[in-house]
């Protein structure tokens, strides 16, 4: 298995990478994907590679939660309570503060919620540094 999505680079010098390890969570047999990303990706842009490589076509709301705050595309129309912070510009390396794990929640009625673990980080590459790579993975998504 292994999927490429194209990234539209934010700079000329190659970022770091990051292997991300993607579970569905309380799913058995696991639901999993291991992609390969920029540490420089916007959250908004691994939402959107969490999507591709989870085979959804992006119906349902998502936030991310990353050190106590919580990421996404605010909604006027969702009682939020405290709405998301904006992931448009958010990278992923700031968001992180140092942290190993997060979670993104997609479809709010479903509650998809997946845990998502940093399981290694590589030198640039700058052929990589300017795509999404999966790896490997298990077992389907559910469908939307």
């Not at 990353?66 to 939020?80: C, K, L, Q, R, S």
């Not at 919620?113 to 052929?127: Q, Y």
């Amino acid at each position: 298995m292994s999927t490429v999505v194209p990234l539209k680079p934010r700079s000329r010098k190659p970022a770091d990478l990051l292997q991300l390890r993607i579970e569905l969570a309380g799913i058995k047999p696991a639901i999993w994907r291991r992609i390969v990303v920029p540490e420089s990706i916007t959250l908004a842009r691994l939402h959107h590679v969490i999507q591709c490589v989870m085979g959804w076509h992006e119906g349902h709301l998502h936030e991310f939660e990353i050190a106590g705050e919580h990421y996404g595309v605010p909604d006027p129309e969702f009682d939020w309570g405290d709405p998301p912070r904006s992931e448009q510009r958010i990278q992923l390396k700031t968001a992180l503060v140092g942290m190993r794990s997060f979670t993104y929640l997609y479809h709010f009625g479903d509650h998809w919620e997946h845990r998502i673990k940093v399981e290694k980080h590589h030198p640039p590459d700058p052929i990589l540094s300017a795509c999404a790579l999966c790896l490997a993975g298990a077992n389907a998504a559910p469908p939307e």
